[in-house]
């Protein structure tokens, strides 16, 4: 599975920003997506995650009510609606996206996108 993230930028804080991922490839075989942050000499962060079956959705305390996951899986896209930005924010966010695929479990990441926000 390819994963291409876009709709990062510059924004001021209390703005707000979508992210959109592109899956493609063998899309049938994903369980889980996901969105992951990292900043510079940090540990990367798990932001969001939505089930692919379930519908489920899972969010990190610091984004609770400010970040939204969703998925169009006739466009096997997934997004991240991100309002009342802060500072904080400021990160690379990653796509990530699980899966089961000829008798391998995988865990595959996009290239990346980066958000700044401003204060």
């Known amino acids: 599975v390819q994963l291409v993230e876009s709709g990062g930028g510059l924004v001021q804080a209390g703005g707000s920003l979508r992210l959109s991922c592109a899956a493609s490839g063998s899309t049938f075989s994903i369980t889980a997506m996901g969105w992951s942050r990292q900043v510079l000499g940090s540990q990367r962060e798990l932001v969001a995650s939505?089930?692919?079956?379930?519908?489920?959705?899972k969010y990190a305390d610091s984004v609770k009510g400010r970040f939204t996951i969703s998925r169009d899986d006739a466009k096997n896209t997934m997004y991240l609606q991100m309002n009342n930005l802060k500072p904080e924010d400021t990160a690379v966010y990653y796509c990530t996206a699980d899966g089961y695929y000829v008798g391998s479990n995988y865990h595959s990441w996009g290239q990346g996108t980066q958000v700044t926000v401003s204060s």
């Open positions: 939505i089930s692919s079956t379930s519908g489920s959705t």
